[in-house]
């Protein structure tokens, strides 16, 4: 069983930057696509960013060109670099690993952009 845990969340302006960190652990079995998704209050969880085993990425719409994923696959850490944060980027970020039905997630990082 694989296991994540996230870090790197908090309360930041807006315009500021934070780095999110998703460490695996557990029965990991070579390089698997990891990524984040998002929730915010009242609203469904949304995909944010996703990189493959190859080293593809893929962005959300709303944070191209501001958000960057990454990946250390000796760590089996992904890490998701926020810059230019809107108040609009306040949620739950969550870290995912895999593919579904087989997919894990982590137990969410509270990320806040407020003044």
């Known amino acids: 069983q694989v296991q994540l845990v996230e870090s790197g969340g908090g309360l930041v302006q807006p315009g500021g930057s934070l780095r999110l960190s998703c460490a695996a652990s557990g029965s990991i079995f070579g390089i698997n696509a990891m990524g984040w998704h998002r929730q915010a209050p009242g609203k469904e969880r949304e995909f944010v960013a996703v990189?493959?085993?190859?080293?593809?990425?893929n962005y959300a719409d709303s944070v191209k060109g501001r958000f960057t994923i990454s990946r250390d696959n000796a760590k089996n850490t992904v890490y998701l670099q926020m810059n230019s944060l809107k108040p609009e980027d306040t949620a739950v970020y969550y870290c995912y690993r895999g593919y579904p039905p087989s997919r894990t997630w982590g137990q969410g990082t509270q990320v806040t952009v407020s003044s």
């Open positions: 990189v493959r085993s190859g080293g593809s990425t």
